[in-house]
């Protein structure tokens, strides 16, 4: 029996899976996917929220601000890209004033540092593409950027070399409370795809699935609601566009339409907020991207469209209360929610890891470890070397020398750390979180065979059996001598 079994291997999952590998105690990860970043964690807007929307005293106001806090020093002992690069929100009339205000005022209530309320011209100063007709700005210095992939990737390796084992693959069919003789719950009995599993504590953060197994084990139920955001990534010659993440006033399902630059020097525009039915839907719709570009357009002007390589989008896991749902279920000992994860999750999952961690180590009584490894060195980058490095580093390991993604230059060595560093990747999707390779403007035109090869190589497979993202999303089907 594990004393913790973690449902979800998204940031929170793994952020809870990374402070929990601090103690003593035998703790299990299971994602129905092939890898971990599956889910919400894999498209959302990335960005480090400041922590000036949600409602004073909720508990998305205090994480947002602690894990705000908590992410420099995170960025620094894990290897991931993140930037403190700030935020504004514009607004465009004398009449929305006030709205800015009470803005301002609610985000210096919840803690946030250093925020101020800007006039016309100094927001044009700063941002010099924000529409003209903008009449003053609240602006947040302590909001940044983060690579969602290497944040999730960097916790769930973090927390893999600390003892935490993953079952990926792993689906949970069913939650049965294991009782004892005085009929009081003593732990929980996991019905998987891949057996049965048991713990004495479960927490269920489990995304836009999270209701699904909370409601089968309390008698007392909540609902998620999938929000679908459809985005526009522009290519990196767009990316010094505009410096700042930029936000219109929040409206009725959340911050609205942004425009960010990213930590690897791209332009975002999105998301949209659609409430759909499907926990899968995360299809884009021709209208919703016309209303992502439309009003981005509105905030900041002259954005290069043309230059736009991807779309995609991304499933928020909205809870009616409009709140995170983090503690023990009342009617369920031992059943921890980690529910109702959305914006701003990304920025909160280092205070959120934290606070289901602490829970569980003061009901368990759990030692810390004298042996914790609190750091992680990511994957070695030439193109961030000087020419002196990265020549040594080819003489040492010539496949660093072998460009495969030409957009995005990526090599050889690159793919093959991805693949055989701790939980590896294992698929093209998994190699690109990792590495970035098929995420240029060609969109992994030129790169995907190559780095099938790799895959193939490294994992002793079959070019027939390396998949995109996992289950039954095979590339290579077939050969032209099978249908002549």
Not at 59 to 85: I, T
Not at 425 to 451: E, I, N, Y
Request: hydrophobic share 35%.
């Amino acid at each position: 029996m594990y004393d913790v079994i973690i449902i979800g291997a998204g940031v929170s999952g793994a952020a809870t899976a990374r402070e929990l590998s601090r103690y003593k105690a035998r703790v299990c990860v299971l994602e129905k996917e092939e890898d971990v970043c599956c889910g919400t964690s894999k498209a959302n807007s990335a960005i480090v929220h400041a922590g000036y929307d949600a409602a004073t005293g909720s508990l998305k106001a205090k994480l947002n601000v602690r894990g705000n806090e908590r992410m420099p020093f995170l960025a620094k002992e894990l290897d991931f890209a993140y930037k403190q690069s700030g935020s504004l929100v514009i607004c465009r009339s004398v009449d929305e004033l006030p709205d800015l205000q009470a803005l301002y005022e609610r985000g210096v209530a919840n803690g946030v540092k250093n925020l101020c309320i800007l006039n016309k011209e100094e927001v044009l100063e700063m941002e010099p593409n924000i529409t003209d007709d903008v009449y003053a700005a609240l602006y947040a210095p302590t909001a940044g950027i983060v690579c969602p992939f290497e944040l999730n990737i960097a916790l769930a390796e973090n927390a893999y070399i600390n003892g935490v084992e993953f079952k990926f693959d792993t689906e949970v069919k069913d939650i049965n409370k294991l009782k004892s003789g005085s009929d009081e719950c003593e732990g929980y009995e996991l019905h998987t795809s891949k057996g049965v599993f048991k713990a004495k504590y479960v927490v269920n953060a489990a995304g836009v699935y999270a209701d699904k197994f909370h409601n089968m084990v309390s008698k007392e139920k909540i609902r998620i609601i999938p929000r679908r955001g459809d985005y526009c990534l522009l290519d990196r010659e767009a990316g010094g566009h505009v410096n700042r993440t930029i936000f219109s006033l929040p409206g009725k399902f959340g911050k609205g339409i942004l425009v960010t630059p990213t930590v690897h020097g791209n332009l975002l525009l999105g998301p949209t907020a659609v409430e759909v039915e499907d926990k899968e839907g995360t299809n884009t719709t021709a209208w919703e991207l016309s209303q992502v570009l439309e009003k981005a357009g509105m905030s900041v002007k002259n954005i290069p469209v043309k230059q736009v390589i991807t779309s995609f989008a991304g499933l928020r896991a909205h809870e009616e209360c409009d709140d995170f749902l983090i503690g023990e279920v009342e009617d369920s000992k031992g059943f921890i929610d980690c529910a109702g994860i959305e914006s701003p999750g990304i920025a909160s999952c280092p205070a959120i890891g934290e606070m289901v961690a602490g829970l569980i180590k003061d009901k368990m009584g759990l030692e810390e470890k004298d042996d914790f490894i609190p750091t992680r060195k990511g994957i070695t980058k030439p193109g961030a070397l000087s020419i002196e490095e990265r020549n040594a580093l080819i003489r040492e390991n010539p496949a660093y020398g072998n460009i495969i993604c030409r957009c995005e230059m990526i090599t050889e060595g690159e793919i093959i750390d991805a693949i055989r560093r701790p939980l590896g990747a294992k698929s093209l999707d998994g190699v690109k979180r990792r590495t970035r390779a098929g995420m240029g403007r060609c969109q992994s035109g030129f790169c995907a065979p190559r780095t099938m090869e790799i895959l193939a190589r490294e994992c002793n497979k079959s070019m027939f059996d390396i998949t995109k993202s996992g289950g039954d999303s095979k590339i290579v089907v077939g050969t032209n001598k099978d249908v002549l």
